[in-house]
């Protein structure tokens, strides 16, 4: 093993969580608006543990019910892949998602969407070839 490299038995992205103040609404928003499918939705001690993913995914998205103090309307930094950007975008603009207004197109064509809490995901076309 070279010098710079570091053994992990780290072999993937699970979850990544997403700060939300009303979970059903969320819930509506991630699976009918962008279609994504409900994984899971279960108690966690006194808590309510909602997963959602894209069909086929091995990575889902958490929508973490945040207390009060928790700041929403945050960049999640969560991109999710599509293999047509502008339709994905003309149609979410039609069903009155806040969609930027342009879609960005170097490197590959993107946009932001805002979810009902105004957290901030990124719709991502996936490069030819890959």
């Not at 990544?16 to 409900?38: C, H, W």
């Not at 950007?85 to 805002?114: E, K, M, N």
Request: aromatic share 4%.
């Amino acid at each position: 093993m070279a010098a710079n490299q570091t053994a992990t038995r780290i072999t993937g992205v699970q979850t990544v969580g997403i700060p939300v103040r009303d979970q059903d609404r969320s819930l509506a928003f991630y699976t009918e608006t962008l279609g994504l499918e409900k994984r899971l939705d279960t108690m966690v001690g006194r808590e309510r543990w909602i997963e959602v993913a894209p069909p086929g995914s091995a990575t889902t998205i958490a929508l973490v019910r945040g207390p009060d103090q928790v700041r929403m309307g945050i960049d999640t930094q969560v991109r999710l892949m599509t293999d047509d950007a502008v339709a994905v975008h003309a149609d979410l603009r039609a069903r009155g998602v806040d969609v930027d207004d342009q879609i960005l197109r170097d490197p590959a064509p993107r946009f932001t969407l805002r979810d009902p809490d105004r957290n901030r995901v990124m719709i991502v076309e996936r490069p030819q070839g890959r």
